[in-house]
């Protein structure tokens, strides 16, 4: 697979500081990459009409109009890329509170620049497929090539995407949909949180404990008119399986 410095893959930081954004900017140039720097959300929608991104590293306070959550909502809506979170809020419940709106990663402010660059190009293998980090299991039933089926759902692990049979979309996050793919190719077997968090985010998140039970939630809603709490069943003590229905 050609590597990220060959592929100069597009980077786009939003933050108010313009000397931050001008220090990040070029030194992710010097490793390879386009980078270009928007102050407001105002400009990171511009930038993001006129120029196809591979990742957005985002802040998450703004003196004057949007804040960084809003602005992670816009792009969660609007665009399918990794979002990098860098922020000097450091509290968990930050953290938390990015993740369930889809960011993919979260570092702290200050911040050595060789680990945003090892997190950024982390992100970037992963959105071009490396999400697995164990060899793949056999297929199990209800799968046919790269989709896999149960109940009323089919899961399209290629275009990641996940449809009821009516052919309706159900939104995901790029967190939920690693979980749900991790799960769903391993029906029956007990996941541990750690070997979740394994698979979800390659350990790049900072290990705070309740991060893949928000993560279970928000799945089991999106997942209710299915089976929901049973399609993914807690076993105490240890995790989660995956118990999917047959396909309808």
């Known amino acids: 697979m050609m590597n990220e410095a060959a592929r100069n893959p597009k980077i786009l930081m939003v933050d108010d500081d313009r000397r931050m954004c001008g220090f990040v900017t070029k030194f992710l140039a010097r490793e390879g990459f386009c980078a270009d720097f928007a102050l407001d959300g105002s400009a990171m929608r511009d930038a993001l009409a006129a120029t196809r991104f591979d990742l957005i590293i985002l802040d998450l306070t703004f003196p004057r109009g949007e804040d960084g959550l809003s602005l992670a909502r816009a792009v969660r809506a609007g665009w399918d890329m990794p979002l990098l979170v860098l922020s000097a809020k450091c509290e968990t419940v930050d953290k938390i509170v990015c993740l369930e709106l889809g960011a993919d990663d979260y570092v702290t402010k200050p911040f050595e620049p060789r680990e945003l660059l090892a997190r950024v190009r982390a992100l970037l293998r992963r959105a071009n497929g490396a999400i697995r980090t164990a060899p793949p299991s056999p297929a199990p039933a209800g799968s046919s090539g790269h989709h896999l089926a149960f109940g009323v759902f089919r899961l399209d692990l ?88 047959a396909p309808h």
């Open 158 to 245: 290629d275009r990641r995407e996940l449809t009821r049979q009516d052919g309706t979309r159900v939104a995901l996050t790029s967190h939920e949909f690693r979980l749900l793919a991790a799960l769903a190719e391993r029906p029956g077997r007990v996941l541990t949180r750690d070997q979740m968090l394994d698979l979800v985010a390659n350990r790049q998140w900072a290990p705070f404990d309740r991060s893949i039970d928000v993560l279970v939630g928000k799945l089991r809603r999106k997942l209710e008119d299915g089976g929901g709490a049973e399609i993914i069943k807690t076993v105490r003590g240890e995790g989660y399986v995956f118990t999917p229905p």
